[in-house]
């Protein structure tokens, strides 16, 4: 009987150090999790904030920016995968299919800051034709780069708020800044389509009479319609 009481106590002394290091471990999980989570928020943060009012920063300065958060976000997903390797984690792979959506925002964003320095900052083409053909792409790509923004931007906004729910259930905390801040960076990709149907008409309304040569006409009409 006495032997039979230390094997049980034995085993309960085991099972509670077992449940213990169990809480341990999967604090140490959360806490690396949450770090990860607040860097990027952070990274985040900086680009909505570029994003909302980018007449304060160079064409130069978002395009550096946006490889930065590229690379550093790219970092972080690499510190995700090396967070207790082969253990299952659900959170891991919401989370870092998340990170692969902000990086493809930011790619969009930066596409888009791309495309309208190209509206803006037209470059001297003496050649009517290949100036008409730098314009016409310049216009379609800028369209292009809107759409393509409003839809990383939305599918970043909808992973956002499953992410918030499914980390909050493992203990980790977002904070939903895509949901908070959509409507404001709405206006610079609205701006952005504003200048490109400027240019499209400023182009448009003068073809003919810049077409000395019939070039157009030859072309097929080459800015309009688009």
């Known amino acids: 009987m006495k032997k039979m009481s230390m094997a049980l106590i034995g085993l309960a002394v085991v099972a509670v150090i077992a449940t213990a290091l169990y809480y341990i471990q999967t604090s140490k999980i959360k806490g690396e999790l949450q770090k990860i989570v607040d860097q990027d928020a952070g990274y985040a943060e900086t680009l909505l904030l570029i994003a909302v009012d980018a007449k304060r920063s160079t064409y130069k300065e978002i395009f550096a920016l946006c490889e930065k958060i590229i690379a550093d976000r790219t970092g972080l997903m690499m510190q995700l995968r090396s967070i207790s390797p082969g253990k299952d984690i659900p959170a891991r792979q919401q989370i870092l299919d998340y990170f692969a959506k902000e990086n493809d925002w ?21 050649d009517f034709g290949e100036r008409q053909i730098y314009r016409r792409d ?31 259930r493992e203990g980790v905390r977002l904070t939903p800044v895509y949901e908070r801040d959509k409507d404001r960076i709405s206006p610079a990709m609205a701006a952005t389509k504003r200048s490109a149907e400027e240019k499209r008409d400023e182009h448009c309304s003068h073809d003919d009479a810049k077409d000395k040569g019939g070039w157009l006409a030859q072309h097929g009409g080459i800015i309009c319609p688009l």
């Open 138 to 168: 310049s216009i379609k790509r800028a369209f292009k780069a809107v759409d393509d923004a409003k839809q990383a931007l939305s599918l970043v906004v909808k992973e956002e708020a499953i992410l918030v729910q499914s980390t909050r």
């Open 106 to 126: 930011v790619r969009a964003l930066n596409a888009l800051y791309q495309s309208k320095m190209a509206l803006v900052d037209e470059p001297y083409i003496s």
